[in-house]
């Protein structure tokens, strides 16, 4: 066997944590159902309201791994070219997260520029370092020191992720500057295309009872 | 009645971080530290609360202008809506439509959404949950998309930077349209769509 297939083979599939399974919870109605361990690629649904309440998805820490970490490339790669460039009345303009975000803390709107960088630099960044840190060890049934606090904090960053807002932001304000000057697109835009496609890819590869499922058992 | 269980009839809570359903009185999850509660507490209270003050904001959000275009030494104050109908003239529909929907639609629709939720879960209208559920989740997955003006002033006013002949200054329409997504987002946050059930069996 090569080396490649043996860490394959050592992936742990979805485990159940002692004591006996337990109960799931539906999150929309709150009824009680005994929660049953599902196939890859099936999802137990609620009896009552038809909302899902856990799913086995087919190599979900694998798949939540290497988007992230695509992602993360592609990020720190998208931060270091412009998303526009600019060209009006001899000079070139540069568009950038960080400008963005400088620009309104300079023209007095401080918050509207943290907010920029909360959601469109903080909350991506947290969202796929974190899917890293605690979702590549666990692919063979480990978890790093602090693996429950980044696991919460990364749910708490994935609704103020607002790449792919950012970049509708961006096509229009390229409408709306088509008309004054000579507009391209940059790298920039084009890196943070593919992160928005990342993070989709890997926060719909995992389920959330699986990942603390996969925690709870690395951790005993 | 239904024939279904639920886990606040038996002092149980599902945790909304990790899932685990684990009793109640522990106050905290087991798994993952997180305050445990069988239902958000005050949610009705603080969504219409939030709410409230998400429509007061509304006014002049879109009064305000959000930024103020300086070219050529003319001043020109740009609210939400001008910017919405300058995309129409200028024949750019799809634009007009997609800010239509992002910053003056989504925000009054939440709010309207939000305020049927709370009559429904506190009995003031027939709660049918299923229906009113997909109007939850439509809400919750829409808000994010009205910062999408934010987006653009940002970008304007860090891109069109051109001494004499043109400049964007950010202006204080746009806070107000940024307290508008958050609180609504927060609204939606709050809202426990466990008390439709509720008031349903109650019935
Ligand atoms: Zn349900
Ligand atoms: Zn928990």
């Not at chain 1, 979900?60 to 270091?80: K, P």
């Not at chain 1, 963005?100 to 959601?119: D, S």
């Amino acid at each position: 066997m090569s080396k490649a297939s043996k860490m394959w083979a050592a992936m742990v599939p979805w485990p159940k944590p002692a004591g006996g399974r337990r109960y799931s919870a539906c999150h929309f109605c709150d009824t009680l159902h005994e929660a049953h361990p599902v196939e890859e690629g099936a999802s137990a649904v609620c009896q009552r309201c038809g909302v899902v309440l856990y799913q086995n998805r087919w190599a979900s820490m694998a798949r939540a791994s290497a988007f992230s970490l695509a992602g993360l490339i592609l990020m720190s790669v998208g931060h270091l070219f412009p998303f526009l460039t600019m060209d009006a009345a001899a000079m070139r303009m540069n568009l950038s997260l960080w400008g963005a975000a400088a620009a309104l803390m300079r023209e007095g709107a401080p918050i509207l520029g943290m907010g920029i960088l909360i959601f469109t630099v903080l909350a991506p960044y947290l969202l796929t370092c974190g899917m890293i840190y605690v979702c590549l060890p666990l692919m063979w049934g480990h978890a790093l020191p602090g693996a429950r606090f980044v696991a919460k904090w990364m749910y708490r960053s994935e609704q103020w992720n607002m790449v792919e807002v950012f970049l509708l932001g961006v096509l229009v304000s390229l409408l709306k500057i088509a008309k004054v000057a000579d507009v391209t697109f940059g790298v920039g835009f084009w890196a943070f295309t593919g992160v928005m496609l990342c993070m989709a890819g890997a926060v719909a590869g995992i389920d959330r009872e699986e990942l603390w499922d996969r925690l709870e058992v690395a951790e005993s | 009645m239904s024939g279904f269980v639920k886990a606040a009839d038996r002092g149980l809570a599902g945790c909304h971080t990790c899932g685990l359903v684990s009793p109640e009185k522990l106050g905290r999850c087991p798994r993952c530290g997180v305050v445990l509660h069988t239902r958000t507490p005050n949610s009705i209270q603080r969504t219409i609360a939030l709410m409230l003050a998400a429509a007061v904001l509304y006014i002049p959000a879109h009064i305000l202008p959000i930024m103020t275009i300086m070219e050529l030494g003319v001043v020109e104050p740009n609210t939400i809506v001008g910017g919405m109908l300058y995309f129409w003239k200028s024949e750019a529909y799809p634009i007009a439509i997609v800010i239509f929907t992002a910053s003056i639609l989504i925000p009054l629709m939440k709010i309207v959404a939000l305020s049927w939720l709370c009559a429904a879960a506190t009995g003031y209208v027939k709660p049918s949950p299923p229906m009113l559920g997909r109007l939850y989740f439509v809400t919750e997955l829409m808000g994010r998309w009205s910062m999408v003006d934010i987006f653009v002033v940002g970008i304007l006013v860090s891109m069109v930077q051109l001494g004499n002949y043109m400049t964007v200054v950010p202006e204080a329409g746009a806070l107000a349209f940024a307290g508008v997504v958050l609180l609504t987002m927060f609204a939606a946050m709050s809202f426990d769509p466990r008390l439709l059930w509720d008031q349903l069996d109650k019935q």
